[in-house]
């Protein structure tokens, strides 16, 4: 009876550290610091930024502060955000799904940048517009990388 509890209690022991032994940077979600780089359909870098993100209680919203430009190109100073995402994923902490963020100028230029793409554990990688009333009407891929 002893040995049988034992094999028991290693297995159990063994279980618990498989389900929380493994560590990732990202923890299992998007919560955290991000920048991001986005680039023209030829490859130019166009616009940059950093960002938090969190993810709210519901699960599909996502809490965007702290976003600062670190290019100069358009204005999306007085921006306001919004942000989304459907979220799939693993007990090892690998999340995916799919993302949308978008950043509407607080200007007269009433231009928004949307980005839609897909997470991948601490990348989030897909296409992004802006449209809007003045010449910054664009598109590109991007890249985001939790820090």
Known sequence: MTRKFAIAMLLVAGMALVGCG???QNGGNVNG??????????GIPVFAFTTNLAATG????????NLN???NSCSFS???????????GNFNGSVT????????SGGSSNDTLTLTGKVNGNTISGTWTVTG???????????????
């Open 78 to 88: 007085a921006a306001t955000e919004t942000a989304s995402f459907v979220l799939s």
């Open 22 to 24: 493994s560590s990732s």
């Open 58 to 65: 519901n699960g599909s919203a996502v809490t965007v502060s």
């Open 33 to 42: 610091n991000w920048t991001a780089a986005l680039q023209d359909a030829n």
């Open 97 to 104: 799904g799919s993302f949308q963020l978008a950043i509407a």
């Open 133 to 147: 009333t003045t010449n910054c009407a664009a598109n590109g891929t991007f890249t985001m990388t939790k820090v």
């Open 69 to 71: 430009f670190t290019t």
